[in-house]
């Protein structure tokens, strides 16, 4: 029958899957990592946000909106260890996105990127077999090239909010106009609390290595 030709199928493509899973799920997730950052960085969709407002505490919202950023460093902190094969990062990529996909929708209503995040959580679930190295994530072997790579990404998502606020038009919105300042702030300290998580990442690697 139909399942019994596709198990040949499977078959015949799971090793070149697998092969290719640890690079291909590393730059997905460094992917959804900068996604987060520039996200917390820009101005919130202000319809979108009125309409949260109206149903979330705002300090919940305060607290996704900072939170979903870091939650974004952590990603692209756990891409190399995805892409070195390591079991923990495998499970420590699925409890991140996990998270990350609700804090997008407190943060102010952000559907597609919860929709990105839980799509490439369930892309990765089969693919557990493809990391098979144990050991921990506190031994992975961080570059100073991946961290210059990092860090241009955090200090890319703060380019993009400033000019993101700076070029906003809120002329037909003098509602949202009053609300600018705010949104400002959520951003500077989301982008502020992603490049403190990666400045202390790469202290603490220089401290243990």
Not at 10 to 28: G, N, Q, S
Not at 138 to 144: D, H, L, Q
Not at 172 to 178: A, G, N, S, Y
């Amino acid at each position: 029958g139909e399942a019994s030709r596709r198990m040949p199928l499977w078959r015949d493509l799971k090793p070149a899957l697998f092969a290719a899973a640890p690079w291909t799920a590393a730059l997905l997730t460094m992917a959804a990592g900068i996604m987060l950052l520039a996200s917390g960085a820009t101005p919130s969709e202000p319809y979108r946000f009125m309409r949260l407002l109206a149903i979330t505490p705002v300090l919940l919202i305060e607290v996704s909106h900072f939170a979903s950023s870091v939650v974004g460093m952590a990603l692209m902190l756990l891409a190399f260890g995805l892409r070195a094969r390591l079991g923990a990062a495998w499970a420590a990529t699925m409890a991140t996105l996990l998270i990350a996909a609700p804090l997008a929708l407190l943060k102010g209503f952000n559907w597609e990127e919860a929709t990105a995040l839980i799509a490439l959580m369930v892309l990765l679930a089969p693919f557990r077999g493809a990391f098979p190295r144990t050991a921990r994530l506190s031994r992975m072997e961080i570059t100073p090239g991946w961290l210059l790579s990092a860090a241009c990404a955090v200090l890319g998502a703060g380019l993009l909010g400033l000019w993101s606020f700076q070029h906003a038009d809120y002329a037909d919105q003098p509602w949202w106009r009053v609300m600018a300042d705010a949104d400002a702030a959520r951003a500077i300290r989301a982008w502020a609390g992603a490049a403190l998580a990666l400045f202390a990442f790469g202290l603490w690697r220089l401290v243990v290595s």
